[in-house]
């Protein structure tokens, strides 16, 4: 993907952001005072989204990709942390004041099917958008309904049918649309792809990199598939139960994936190779409990590499060359 749009200054900067679930406790573990547990979900991510890029966050079902997608964007309130949008706290100030700034921030939900309105055509739920935050004047809002259907390749005479009338691939079109009725800057699509027919993921993840490029948005694309993470974005960061634990430019990352995890995603992807008959990686077991943390690194209880150190210190986060950080003891060997 072409890197010629993306400008130096940030947009999103993430610093430090927590999401903990607390767990509703038993009569009998409060009256033996025994500590209150919780999901954590989003346990320290910092992260920095430059102007015109498309980043990528990948990482196993349960990781907290889709809750730190949220936490951005206040649908879930961070515990901790801050989110700066183009240089304004927007973690720490009112849901009035937030207001003014959600409609450069927009979400592209994972299920093109429970995420839009069945009781509004597409023309109600365009306008409607459009009206809430006054993008534009009322004469000019059917304008902006054609506009908009064409932006995602579909027919205007589609306006006044109703959600329940499309396949998902329309569907998830139509969720694009919404998103960009209110001219975002900044759009999160989390999973947009995977409720999808494989024949329909690829005409959707061109669509939204055509619009990225013509124009000038910046994305936080959220997937598991690291097919679709490769094709799309310009830089990937890899998360592992609560953390990120490598961040790198994508053709980078790819070809010298640096974090034992991020080798072990890379090897699992598949290949269209019929001639490719065996592959080997190796990873243990199932992910830990995001209840309770392994000590240390967290990657440590699958990981062949393991030493004594990995159990017992968590690895810092650390930048190994221009643009590269990763957080392993062993990262080098």
Avoid at 20 to 26: C, I, N
Avoid at 46 to 62: D, F, H, P
Avoid at 205 to 214: A, H, K, P, R, Y
Wanted: glycine share 6%; aromatic share 6%; with cysteine.
């Amino acid at each position: 993907m072409a890197v010629a749009s993306i400008g130096e200054q940030p947009l999103v900067v993430i610093k430090d952001l927590y999401k903990h679930f607390p767990l509703k406790q038993a009569i009998l573990d409060v009256i033996a005072r025994k500590p209150a547990l919780s999901v954590r979900a989003v346990d320290g991510v910092s992260l920095v989204i430059k102007q015109g890029e498309t980043l990528g966050l990948v990482g196993e079902s349960g990781c907290g990709k889709s809750t730190l997608a949220k936490a951005i964007l206040r649908l879930e309130e961070p515990d901790k942390g801050t989110v700066l949008f183009n240089g304004k706290d927007i973690t720490h100030i009112s849901r009035q004041e937030f207001r003014g700034h959600r409609r450069h921030m927009q979400m592209v939900f994972q299920d093109p099917y429970s995420s839009l309105n069945p009781r509004l055509s597409v023309r109600e739920m365009l306008i409607e958008a459009m009206t809430v935050h006054k993008v534009c004047a009322p004469k000019d809002a059917e304008a902006r309904v054609a506009e908009l259907m064409a932006m995602v390749g579909m027919n205007i005479a589609a306006a006044d049918r109703f959600p329940g009338e499309f396949s998902g691939g329309q569907r998830q079109r139509l969720g694009i649309a919404r998103a960009l009725a209110v001219d975002p800057l900044f759009i999160i699509a989390d999973e947009p792809v995977s409720a999808l027919d494989v024949s329909i993921q690829a005409q959707v993840i061109n669509l939204l990199q055509d619009l990225q490029e013509n124009l000038h948005l910046t994305l936080l694309f959220v997937s598991h598939d690291l097919r679709v993470i490769r094709h799309i974005t310009h830089r990937v960061a890899v998360m592992y139960l609560g953390k990120v634990v490598e961040l790198a430019p994508t053709q980078e990352l790819f070809e010298r994936p640096l974090h034992p995890y991020t080798k072990v995603l890379a090897a699992a992807a598949p290949v269209l190779d019929p001639r490719v008959r065996h592959r080997e990686y190796a990873i243990e077991g199932e992910p830990p409990s995001p209840i309770h943390i392994p000590t240390g690194c967290r990657f440590h209880p699958r990981c062949v590499r393991a030493r004594d150190i990995c159990k017992a210190s968590e690895p810092e986060l650390q930048e190994v060359a221009p643009g590269r950080t990763v957080a392993c003891h062993f990262w080098g060997q």
